[in-house]
C-alpha cells in the first residue's frame, strides 16, 4: 500500500515543486494571491521536490519515506490553513488537506507495518 501512496503522492508533487522553483507565471499568481514572496514560494517547491525524492527512495529506505511523507504532511496542513487565512473559500483549501490526509496515511501504514 505504502508504494501506492508514494508514487500517488509523487505524481502529484513533481510537477508542482519544480514549477514552483522555475516561478512559472501560474505559480507566481499563486504565489502572490497568498501574499508570499516568489522567493518563499520557491522554498515551499524545493520541499516538495525533496520530499518527492524522500519518497522515492522510501521505496527502499523506509524511514526516509516517513519522513519525508511527514515534512509532505506538515507543509500540506499548513497551506490548507493559509488558503483559508486568506479567505479563500473552504474548497480552495480542500486540495492541501487531502494531500496532507495521504501524507499522514503512508506515515501511519508504514509505522504499522514496521
Known sequence: MNTVLA????????PLGPAKLAAVPFMR???????????????VGALEV?????????????????AAATGLALLMAVAAVVHLRHGDPPPRA?????????????VATAMAAG
Open 50 to 66: 525533496a520530499g518527492v525524492a524522500g519518497l522515492l527512495t522510501g521505496l527502499t529506505r523506509m524511514p526516509l519515506g516517513v
Open 94 to 106: 480542500v486540495p492541501a488537506a487531502v494531500m496532507a490526509l495521504i501524507s499522514s496515511t503512508y
Open 7 to 14: 508514487v500517488a503522492l509523487s505524481l502529484v508533487f513533481l
Open 29 to 43: 499568481q499563486a504565489a502572490a494571491h497568498l501574499g508570499m514572496s516568489v522567493g518563499l514560494y520557491r522554498v
